[in-house]
Nanobody, 123 residues
Framework: QVQLVESGGGLVQAGGSLRLSCAASGRTFRSDSMAWFRQAPGKEREFVSAISWSGGNSYYTDSVKGRFTISRDNAKNTVYLQMNSLKPEDTAVYYC????????????????WGQGTQVTVSS
């Protein structure tokens, strides 16, 4: 059974940092792209960041560029999201996604999803 398990979410003040982790089990994703999406209450799930299978290429939505950094450790089958200078508008449930196809900014292009981890940024 394939599982993606996110961790590292929590409550943080504006300007603070969090590091999210997504550990995969049941199969290896070392040949697949992986990504982070987020969903705030009453809003659609939105793309945050993606990383190529090798880690050589990474992509970010404009609102997090310069603040968030995605990385991966294929030996550990894990992807990370380092989030710095957090803002209240970053508050959302963050989801890990794996095995993307085509347009990596579209949620429907991913085959596997985690259960999500809550990130709350207070002002």
């Amino acid at each position: 059974q394939v599982q993606l398990v996110e961790s590292g979410g929590g409550l943080v003040q504006a300007g603070g940092s969090l590091r999210l982790s997504c550990a995969a089990s049941g199969r290896t994703f070392r040949s697949d792209s992986m990504a982070w999406f987020r969903q705030a209450p009453g809003k659609e799930r939105e793309f945050v960041s993606a990383i190529s299978w090798s880690g050589g290429n990474s992509y970010y939505t404009d609102s997090v560029k310069g603040r968030f950094t995605i990385s991966r450790d294929n030996a550990k089958n894990t992807v990370y999201l380092q989030m710095n200078s957090l803002k209240p508008e970053d508050t959302a449930v963050y989801y890990c996604a794996a095995k993307g196809r085509g347009d990596f900014t579209i949620a429907a292009m991913y085959d596997y999803w985690g259960q999500g981890t809550q990130v709350t940024v207070s002002s």
